[in-house]
């Protein structure tokens, strides 16, 4: 596609939901990463994938955290038992290749627990 | 030490000024380094990146690195009210025992240019 797709663009859950996440990255991108961002703060690292592979998942903050991109294109980011503190801005990230390639954002997925 | 630190701000500088912004970062081994700018509500988006050592301009933006001192910044010359937006510095790390990289922000400079 032309750019980085993310759905749902708002999702809002009730506590102890499980929720999940979709990111479609842009053609033939090798290289994909979720962040999240808080408000005023810095997108923070929760995982990377390398294809199919996820090779770094060092940033997802507990076991209720996982994701996963089957057929090293679209990935889904699933959180269970979702908590407030779980609230956030989710954000796709796509690259042709790690080291020296830019990062391209999708436009998020804004995650409200009540 | 966190991994990628800028000063939060807000920097604020009157228009047509120069805004510079400053990074620093932990990696010794890091190689390539990118600021991203972010309005208000919107994602990120790439200004510029630099992996070598000493300047790179591209329009009002100049990237400066100084990989001795793990030090990268951004000038904004002529700066313009729509330059008003938080910028991010983003840096690679290298995971050694992976072999791969993975792309660090700081939490990003809030810069308000006034008319």
């Known amino acids: 596609g032309a750019g980085v797709s993310q759905s749902p663009r708002y999702k809002v859950t009730k506590r102890g939901q499980d929720v999940a996440l979709r990111c479609d990255p842009i053609s033939g991108h090798v290289s994909l990463y979720w962040y999240r961002q808080a408000l005023g703060q810095g997108p923070e690292f929760l995982t990377y994938?390398?294809?199919?592979?996820?090779?770094?998942k060092s940033g997802l903050p507990n076991d209720r955290f996982s994701a996963e991109r089957p057929e090293g294109s679209i990935s889904t980011l699933t959180i269970q038992r979702t908590e407030q503190r779980d609230s956030a801005m989710y954000r796709c990230?796509?690259?042709?290749?790690?080291?020296?390639?830019?990062?391209?954002f999708g436009n998020g997925t804004r995650l409200t627990v009540t | 030490q966190k991994e990628v630190e800028q000063n939060s701000g807000p920097l604020s500088v009157p228009e047509g000024a120069i805004a510079s912004l400053n990074c620093t970062y932990s990696?010794?081994?890091?190689?390539?380094f990118f600021w991203y700018r972010q309005y208000s509500g919107k994602s990120p988006e790439l200004i510029m990146f630099i992996y070598s050592n000493g300047d790179k301009e591209d329009g009002r933006f100049t990237a400066q690195l100084n990989k001795a001192s793990q030090y990268v910044s951004l000038l904004i010359r002529d700066s313009q009210p729509s330059d008003s937006a938080t910028y991010l510095c983003a840096v690679n790390i290298r995971v050694f025992s992976g072999g791969y990289n993975k792309l660090i922000f700081g939490a990003g400079t809030r810069l308000a240019v006034h008319p």
């Open positions: 990696d010794r081994g890091s190689q390539s």
């Open positions: 994938f390398n294809y199919e592979a996820q090779q770094d």
């Open positions: 990230a796509s690259s042709l290749g790690a080291g020296y390639s830019p990062l391209h």
